[in-house]
């Protein structure tokens, strides 16, 4: 006579299609679109979300199931009938990033800062400063090795030990380790980072100024410079949104539309580094009176000895315009003498700027409205030596 636990799991069985066509939920089996039955774990283990997972394909201890928008690793040995597999999975609550020498990986993983006491039926805390972390065992997590470093949340560990006696999984023992200041990205979890890339410092300005006007049904365009580590960015990836589309819209291009008169503020931050923003505060009227700006572009260092060339653009509430003109000027930024460039020529509103013989000096070059002295903006360019 078949033990009861085994007579109710054949009678599963028999109706597992019934189930499964009536509860059965969407899943993805290591990428992979499936159907299963997925229930809570109802026992007292509730300190993660564990789940159990009834279907009829194969699976495998390690295996991935995306369930309800989460990624969940099967933990447990799988229990397996005549037609069926049955499984406990737990939802992965971190991803974090190993670096070979420059190449970032990055895994779904369990990390635990309790482990279960089997005498006491209880979460322990592991000792300050030390968790576990499950992973899949594949080809890249086999690679990783003891004193190996990652982030999980901002906080660094070292690989102090390396189990895979349980078959399709990696334990990994970890200490809390000490931050590296200048080669960690800790703000995104990677360690070693700038050890072989380049550190970004992004800035974005909005050339448009501070104010602009924009007439009812008109439009005018926003502007923006983007630089990366000072240096000019081509073609960047802004986004752009109004505080209030009822006066003011803009779309994905940054050109505005004057809609009711009021007031809104335009914000443009960097699409990918979207702490990196300028904003300009924009007013529709009915009749737009005359608001002047400038912006210069150009490089912003010179070699010594050599000549860059700079251009003013003039824009009246945000849109450029090319009927005015600009004044040329140019000093030490700390308004020493002699001052360490010229202005060598000027046509229109462009101006060529020569670098003198000695290095170490920023100027700065101004571009003047000439029907208005008080419309103006200044360039900063550093004077570099050839050593």
């Known amino acids: 006579m078949p033990k009861a636990g085994v007579a109710i799991m054949q009678d599963i069985d028999a109706m597992l299609d019934f189930f499964l066509y009536e509860k059965g939920k969407s899943v993805k089996l290591n990428g992979t679109d499936q159907t299963a039955l997925v229930i809570d774990a109802v026992d007292k283990l ?10 009829k394909y194969n699976i495998r201890t390690g295996d991935f199931i995306e369930y309800n928008n989460s990624k969940y690793l099967i933990i447990s040995q799988i229990d397996k009938s005549e037609s069926s597999y049955r499984a406990r999975i737990r939802k992965c609550n971190a991803g974090i990033a190993f670096n070979w020498i420059g190449n970032i990986k990055w895994f779904d993983s369990i990390d635990e800062s309790n482990v279960f006491d089997i005498t006491s039926d209880k979460y322990m805390s592991l000792p300050t400063g030390n968790i576990n972390v499950f992973v899949q065992n594949n080809t890249d997590t086999r690679n990783v090795a003891i004193d190996q470093r990652f982030y999980v949340t901002n906080q660094p560990f070292k690989i102090t030990g390396i189990d895979k006696s349980q078959e399709g999984l990696i334990k990994f023992n970890c200490d809390l380790d000490t931050i590296s200041t200048t080669y960690d990205d800790v703000e995104n979890n990677i360690v070693d980072r700038w050890r072989y890339e380049t550190s970004h410092t992004y800035s974005l300005t909005i050339d448009n100024g501070d104010t602009a006007n924009v007439q009812i049904n008109n439009t005018a365009q926003i502007i923006c410079t983007v630089t990366d580590n000072n240096n000019n960015v081509q073609n960047p990836a802004i986004t752009f949104s109004s505080s209030d589309s009822n006066y003011v819209s803009v ?17 443009a931050k ?10 300009i505060s924009v007013t529709c009227v009915e009749t737009v009176s005359h608001s002047y700006s400038i ?9 010594t000895g050599s000549s860059k060339s700079y251009v003013a653009h003039i824009f009246d509430n945000g849109t450029e315009v090319y009927d005015k003109s600009a004044s040329w000027t140019i000093r030490n930024q700390d308004n020493s003498t002699p001052v360490r460039a010229v202005i060598s020529g000027s046509t229109g509103n462009s101006a060529t700027v020569q670098a003198g013989s000695q290095s170490g000096q920023n100027v700065v070059l101004k571009a003047t409205l000439i029907d208005d002295s008080n419309v103006y903006t200044e360039f900063t360019i550093q004077i570099k030596g050839l050593w």
């Open 46 to 55: 509730a300190y993660y979300d564990d789940k159990i997972i009834r279907c």
């Open 251 to 267: 779309d994905n291009s940054g050109q505005l539309m004057g809609i009711n008169p009021g007031q809104a503020v335009i914000t």
């Open 270 to 279: 960097l699409t990918y580094h979207d702490s990196v923003q300028d904003t």
């Open 295 to 303: 912006t210069i572009t150009g490089e912003t260092s010179i070699m």
